[in-house]
């Protein structure tokens, strides 16, 4: 029998990637490919590439720099780059760093075989349309291996919503949901492999349209269905866009057990000239109403956020709004990153804000936003949560976890196996982290 390829894959930015990846190393599964940690080792070696950070092609291009010496010493090492700078550089990227043998944008990926194949047969394998089939389809059924015990399931893709700064509706196109039975059966298949909670994504996944038994499925229907299977403990699902908030999602926050009291839901920013201008279709004040609506449903839930700060335009006053909108809403968690152009959207070509003065905003922005996540989380010592256990953590004997708000939790010297779902009273906060003892 012959040994089987190895597949390196590196994955860049959001969850969707993770997931993407997962896809990508089954899909070569069937050319006989396993995985492998290292870069040395493979036979082919995949970037699962994010265009969202600043300078992100150009990072990739010199990541791809540092496999020459690896493809001189193994000429048949295949290098390949998939994902969102992938599906924005095309060919480029051949051109410009010739040792790429393929390029897979993140809606070609189910076709990832025959570009393999492509490869390996000496041609260059380029792939970034966006094809006609569902690539989810295409692609088969995933292996009956054991997994962990949480995991993640694309249930949305794409973006219609063209906010000023983003390129996702440029390199993941448009908004498309899966069908509905589809993604019982994958949940279901993964239940049956171990898993317990699992995270529902999309770019918008509150605008999860999928098609149903009686039409079109809402995402709130959709976790009602999963809500049945049993074995499956949690759901939880990541980005929401705002104006995708609808009644029966608020509701099922109130009253789907199963359904995790943690809500990641960005506002961008808290001025309603900058929210305009961003042509984000929702302003502070109606974000806030809805929080408000969110917290009614289910007092408890954990609110999460994405900022920009130094968007075009953005004055010291706009960013006193953002600051305000925080402060009201004090979030569990929130990421915030300073504006950077992303060329072919609209903001590209409008007049920047100093950099200096986009760095001090953002400094103050994440000093805010620390200082509410520590009292958050600090709030939680001699309170009792529930805890999924993921893995062993650092110490000898300790076991990491995390809580229905998705803070992580360490628990020292007790019998727990991954998998396990534990009552534990929270008995110290550190930095990124609570302590606790099972009940
Ligand atoms: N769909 C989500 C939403 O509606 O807000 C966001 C998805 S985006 C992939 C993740 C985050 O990256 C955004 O929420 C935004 O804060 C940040 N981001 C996107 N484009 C950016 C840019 N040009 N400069 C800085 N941050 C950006
Ligand atoms: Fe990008 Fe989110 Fe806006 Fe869509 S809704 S354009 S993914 S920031």
Request: net charge negative; hydrophobic share 35%; charged share 30%.
């Amino acid at each position: 029998m012959s040994e089987p390829k190895k597949l390196y894959i590196k994955t860049y930015g959001c969850q969707m990637n993770v997931y993407d990846s997962e896809r990508m190393s089954e899909a070569l599964g069937g050319q006989g490919y396993v995985e492998t940690q290292s870069p040395e080792d493979a036979d082919m070696i995949l970037l699962n590439t994010c265009h969202i950070r600043e300078k992100a092609a150009e990072k990739v291009y010199s990541e791809l720099g540092r496999f020459k010496g690896l493809k001189a010493e193994k000429p048949d090492l295949k290098i390949g780059v998939a994902g969102c700078v992938a599906q924005a550089e095309g060919e480029e990227i051949m051109r410009r760093q010739p040792l790429v043998d393929l390029v897979v944008g993140p809606q070609s990926y189910h076709r990832l075989p025959e570009l393999e194949a492509k490869a390996r047969a000496g041609e260059k394998a380029l792939d970034t349309d966006f094809p006609e089939e569902d690539k989810f389809e295409k692609l088969k059924n995933r292996p009956k291996a054991k997994r962990g015990p949480t995991a993640f399931l694309t249930v949305q893709e794409g973006c219609d919503k063209f906010c000023a700064f983003c390129v996702v509706p440029y390199t993941r196109g448009a908004e498309v949901s899966r069908p509905a039975d589809r993604i019982l059966r994958e949940a279901q298949d993964l239940v049956e492999r171990g898993v317990r909670e699992i995270t529902l994504l999309g770019q918008n996944v509150n605008a999860y349209h999928g098609a149903g038994p009686d039409g079109d499925m809402t995402l709130a229907g959709l976790i009602w269905e999963l809500n049945k299977i049993d074995g499956l403990e949690r759901i939880r699902f990541t980005t929401s866009h705002p104006n995708d908030m609808t009644d029966d999602l608020i509701e099922a926050h109130g009253t789907c057990e199963k359904l995790m009291p943690y809500l990641h839901l960005p506002v961008q920013s808290g001025s309603d000239k900058i929210l305009k201008r961003m042509n984000r279709s929702h302003t502070a004040e109606s974000y806030l109403r809805l929080i408000e609506r969110i917290r009614e449903a289910r007092p408890d839930i954990l609110m999460s956020g994405d900022f920009i700060v130094g968007f075009p335009e953005e004055t010291e006053e706009d960013f006193q709004a953002t600051l305000d909108l925080v402060e009201q809403v004090r979030y569990g968690y929130a990421y915030s990153f300073k504006y950077s152009t992303r060329p072919g959207t609209p903001a590209a070509e409008r007049p920047q804000v100093d950099p200096q003065e986009a760095d001090d905003r953002l400094q103050r922005l994440q000093a805010l936003i620390t200082r509410h996540q520590r009292e958050i989380q600090d709030a939680m010592v001699d309170r009792t949560v529930r805890v999924l256990f993921e893995k062993p953590g650092r110490l000898a004997g300790q076991m990491v976890g995390k809580s229905e708000y998705l803070h992580a939790v360490h628990v020292s010297g007790a019998d727990l196996s991954a998998g396990d779902l534990r009552n534990v009273r929270i008995t110290a906060s550190g930095a990124n982290s609570l302590a606790g003892e099972v009940l």
